[in-house]
C-alpha cells in the first residue's frame, strides 16, 4: 500500500468542497429551504447560495415554486460511473438473485469506504417485506455491521491503524459495541471463523451475517450478507443455515472475480481499496 499522501491546503478548491457538501446536505431529505442546506453543509448562507447556484446551471440541483431546493436525477451520473466499472455489480447481480431466491431473505454486497460500508448490489424477495430500507448507495457505520467487521477484520495493521482514526462509536441499540476493545474482540472473532454475525446492533430485531468476496490476491475486496428477521432466525440457525449457503455464493463471486479483477481506488486517507 503506498504511504499517506499529504495534500498542501493551498492545492484545494475550498468553493468545490462547498459546493460538494452542499449536494450532499441535499441528499439528506426531499427539499430543504436555503438555511437547512447551509446549517447542514456547514457553510454560510451566502456560500450556499452560491453553490446552489452553480449546481442548478449544471442541472444537480432543482428549485421549487416555494422556494426550496432538491436534487435532480442528474446526480445519478456519479453512482452509476462508479457502478459501471465495478465488475462486482456485473458478477453479484445474478448471483444474488439466486442466492435471495434460495434463501427468500433480503442479500447485498458492500463495499468499505473509510469508516462505513456501502451497498453496490442488493435484491429483496419478492413475497416479502424487509424491516430495513437498504437501497444501492446506502452507507452504515462499518463498526456496527457484520459487512463491515468482515472488511475490517481483513485490513493490514497499517491500514487498521489510519481506519481506527475514521471510527466514531455511536449507540444505535442497546446491543451496539461502544469501545475499540469490543470492535477488536469481535474482529478476532471474524478473522478466526471467516465470517461476522451482526445480533441487533444496527436495528432492534434484526440480525446479519456475512462473509467476504476476496480478488485474485486474496485480499477482501467486498462482503457478501444477508440481513433476517430475528424473531425468525435464531443466532444458531444464522451459524448452521445461512453461512454455508453464503459461503458458497461468495466463493463463486470470488472465482469469477479473477476473470475480470476490480479496479481498486485511492481513498481519502491515502490507502487503496
Known sequence: M??????????????????????????????????EVAESAGVSRAAARRSLITLMSLGYVGERSDGCYEIRPRVFEFGYAYLGRQPLTAVGTPYLLELVGQMDEFASIAVLDDADIVHIVRETPANRLISVDINVGSRYPAFSTAQGRVLLADLSPEHWKAEQSLLEFKRYTPHTLETMDELEKQLDAVRKNGYAVNDQQMSSGVRSVAVPIRDQNGSAVAALGAIVNAASWTLKAIRSELVPELRLFAERMSHDLRAAPIQHRTTRNGFTR
Do not use: C
Open 2 to 35: 503506498p504511504p499517506e499522501r499529504e495534500i498542501n491546503p493551498r492545492d484545494r478548491v475550498v468553493s468545490l468542497e462547498r459546493g460538494l457538501a452542499v449536494l450532499l446536505a441535499l441528499g439528506q431529505g426531499e427539499t430543504m429551504s436555503l438555511r
